[in-house]
């Protein structure tokens, strides 16, 4: 059983290991501070707490992080992978590999997907490796559909109700 709360200030270097664990390569995949320090995988967690980010952890009973998830707003000159339009914020999203498969990710999923309704987004969106079937799988579930294609990810987005 998970539950999900805000990040602590004193959690941000586990948002960090949770974007590098987000990003889908198989195999050879580089280190964490070479990943997370390449252009256009940077922005996602550079000059964090802007307008339009928000992040969510999933903690076991003795509250552990097992996961985050988060999303941030692009804008059309400076996009990320998952980019729809300026008023969807893009969502990054990881669980650790021994909370997998056991309700993490999706009450992760379920709670920014409330959030982001009561902030007045009027959608999410995402990019996945489609490689990544169990990913994939879980946003489809969520009502994620397939928007597009950019590089070798898989473009999703989920509309919402505005609150």
């Known amino acids: 059983m998970y539950t999900v709360r805000s990040l602590k200030k004193e959690e941000f270097p586990f ?4 974007l590098y664990e987000s990003i889908y390569i ?3 995949k580089p280190p964490v501070d070479e990943l997370l320090e390449k252009e256009g995988i940077k922005k996602y967690i550079e000059n964090w707490g802007r307008q339009g980010d928000a992040v969510l952890l999933a903690v076991d009973e003795q509250n552990r992080p097992a996961g985050a998830i988060w999303h941030r707003v692009f804008s059309k000159e400076d996009p990320g992978y998952g980019f729809v339009d300026e008023s969807i914020p893009e969502i990054g999203m990881a669980v650790i590999k021994q909370a997998r498969g056991k309700g993490a990710g999706r009450a992760l999923l379920d709670t920014m997907i409330l959030s982001a309704q009561k902030q007045g987004y009027r959608g999410l969106s995402l990019s996945v490796d489609p490689e990544n079937e ?5 946003y489809e579930k969520a009502g994620f559909v397939k928007q597009g294609v950019s590089g070798t990810s ?3 987005v989920r509309k919402l109700k505005i609150q």
């Open 134 to 138: 169990p990913a994939v799988k879980l």
């Open 15 to 18: 948002l960090r290991e949770m």
């Open 154 to 156: 898989v473009t999703m």
């Open 26 to 28: 198989s195999p050879n």
